[in-house]
């Protein structure tokens, strides 16, 4: 959360003339609901199923593409062993610190989040990268730097 995945997904497809897939809003789109209401209305694990479901169908469909994910995605099933069989992944590195700078000012829009004071939100960051850096770390690319830009992703590929 924070990183830019969706705005640089945008921009790189863009630049590769090849379509973008927003995970989390496909699966909206296939569930008619929120991923908000999906987790209040189903949980967890419901949501991580259908999460799976979508991700496997757009990989199956599509040759080419670019996909944001949700940050819990890499964590679950075989997802990122899916996704590092099925193309190139890029785990966009910031610290904690940026992270909450970032998000302090869109805290509001980020259901998640919107009522942590400061702290609470560092901290829940600083949970967040730990709990999920094993999974990130096996992207096949790491970027890490204080300003990602779609030239530092193509110079990857």
Request: overall charge negative; some cysteine.
């Amino acid at each position: 959360m924070g990183s830019g995945k969706t705005t640089l997904g945008k921009r790189l497809s863009n630049k590769l003339n090849v379509q973008f897939f927003d995970l989390d809003a496909e699966i909206e789109k296939t569930e008619n609901l929120s991923v908000n209401e999906i987790f209040e209305k189903h949980g967890e694990t419901y949501f991580r199923d259908i999460e799976v479901k979508v991700l496997e169908a757009i990989i199956e469909n599509n040759e080419s593409f670019v996909m944001s994910l949700g940050g819990g995605t890499p964590c679950y099933y075989n997802n990122m062993e899916l996704i590092n069989q099925s193309g190139v992944s890029i785990y966009i590195k910031y610290n904690s610190g940026i992270l909450t700078s970032r998000l302090l000012n869109v805290k509001k829009q980020r259901p998640l989040i919107k009522d942590f004071n400061d702290q609470e939100l560092k901290t829940f960051i600083v949970n967040k990268l730990n709990e999920r850096e094993l999974f990130y770390a096996q992207s096949k690319f790491v970027v890490e730097k204080n300003n990602v830009r779609v030239e530092d992703i193509l110079f990857l590929l």
